[in-house]
């Protein structure tokens, strides 16, 4: 049987990470895996997240499986973290959530869903989207397109680009949008922008799928949900994948969640309903403990405090190095513009750089980027800034 089986090529993120670690120089540089790190380029445990295991293995008194849909205390404070307390779609129990193995997992079984009762919907990507967005969808069986997202001239949001792409979106088309810290750009919309966005989705009678992995990484928690706010002012349905990875550091632990928002609570369930059988189908059950953890903090009021403070830490060392980042290139004399990426939001931003230049950088100085020269900035530290920034300036 395997006789004859080709080796894969590797993932274009994931690969770079195994020529990383093979590379024997000390002074090697990671900015292309999406893993914040601190200022000694370690990927910490949250103290909050610590706690919360303490008080977790005194209580746990079961290792049985979980519902289909996860804890139902996880899936209430996803939707409000999402949502906010007291919203309207709460309330009304418009939105029904399943608990589901990371902010991918929760992707995959929304294609799943849409191929299965949607197939002849198609879901539009922006231009550039994360590299493994195409990848899930198409295995699960969903048409992608593609819509305009980046100006390549000014490394900013072609907005009017944007609502020309989507005003072409035939009506029943699914549109994946980023609800903050776009990836790989860094390149939000405003909230007014948003607002126009949700106004043509209306009109055109298409779903937006919003992929919410990073929020309180941009300006703030809830800061950070004024763009989903805004799409529900104009649209009554829609998918949220949302993910504690980045947030909450639980890249081993898997968790995330689909959430649906319906007309109404019956129609919520019926969806669901549908939701439940792909994962039925797939992995049956998610994984618990990173649920528990999230729920653990969120229904704690100290430890949700505290968890605000480590978030706004998280994001402040991301802020503070694309401020370095800008003016060390400046100071080194490099003409280049760099500027933009002050602007943007999250751990990503796109440098500019070719590929050729990414290559030189992995090849002659031991700095990994992704091929479309997307960086990772919580990558930078303030040791290894000089190095990098010399290394870049000598490529250009």
């Known amino acids: 049987m395997f006789e004859n089986v080709q080796t894969a090529p590797a993932d274009p993120i994931l690969g770079l990470t195994e020529l990383f670690k093979a590379d024997p120089n000390p002074d090697k540089i990671n900015l292309s895996v999406g893993v914040y790190q601190d200022a ?44 906010g307390e007291g919203h309207e779609i709460i309330g009304s129990k418009r939105a029904a959530t399943a608990q589901c193995p990371g902010g991918t997992g929760a992707l995959r ?23 493994n967005h195409n990848t899930i969808f198409q295995a699960a069986g969903v048409n992608c397109k593609q819509y305009a997202y980046r100006d390549p001239a000014s490394n900013g949001l072609d907005f009017d680009a944007m609502c020309e792409s989507i005003k072409t979106i035939p009506r029943g088309d699914v ?31 298409v779903v937006p799928l919003v992929d919410f992995a990073y929020q ?5 928690i809830e800061e950070d949900r004024a763009g989903l706010l805004e799409l529900t002012k104009k649209v009554k349905q829609m998918f949220v994948c949302s993910s504690f990875s980045k947030n909450f550091g639980l890249y081993r632990e898997r968790t995330g969640a ?51 403070e ?47 230049q990414v290559d030189r950088l992995r090849e002659e100085f031991s700095i990994y980027i992704v091929g479309s020269g997307r960086i990772n900035v919580a990558g930078m530290t303030p040791d290894n800034m000089d190095r990098l920034c010399e290394a870049i300036k000598a490529v250009l």
Not at 109 to 131: F, K
């Open 175 to 205: 549109i994946l949008l980023h609800g903050c810290c776009h990836n790989p750009t860094g390149i939000d919309p405003t909230p007014e922008q948003w607002s126009q966005i949700g106004d043509l989705l209306a009109e055109q009678g």
């Open 40 to 83: 000694q380029g370690k990927t910490p445990v949250l103290e909050t997240v610590k706690e919360a295991e303490k008080r977790i293995l005194e209580q746990e008194n079961s290792k049985g499986y979980l519902p289909m849909t996860g804890e139902p205390v996880y899936c209430a404070r996803v939707q409000e973290l999402l949502f």
């Open 310 to 356: 480590e978030v706004a830490e998280i994001r402040n060392r991301i802020n503070d190095m694309r401020h370095l980042f800008v003016n060390t290139l400046k100071d080194k004399g490099v003409t280049q513009d760099f500027s933009s990426i002050i602007e943007q939001r999250g751990m990503f931003s796109f440098s500019g750089l070719t590929k050729e």
């Open 216 to 220: 309180g990484l941009g300006v703030g």
């Open 109 to 131: 079984v929304a294609g799943d869903y849409l191929a299965n009762q949607h197939p002849g919907a198609s879901l539009w990507l922006s231009n550039p989207t994360w590299a």
């Open 258 to 308: 689909l959430t649906i928002v319906a007309d109404n609570a019956e129609q919520a369930g019926v969806v669901m309903s549908q939701v439940k059988l792909r994962i039925r189908y797939n992995y049956s059950n998610p994984p618990s403990h990173g649920g528990q953890i999230v729920a653990t903090v969120l229904s704690d009021k100290s430890l949700r405090t505290k968890w605000l």
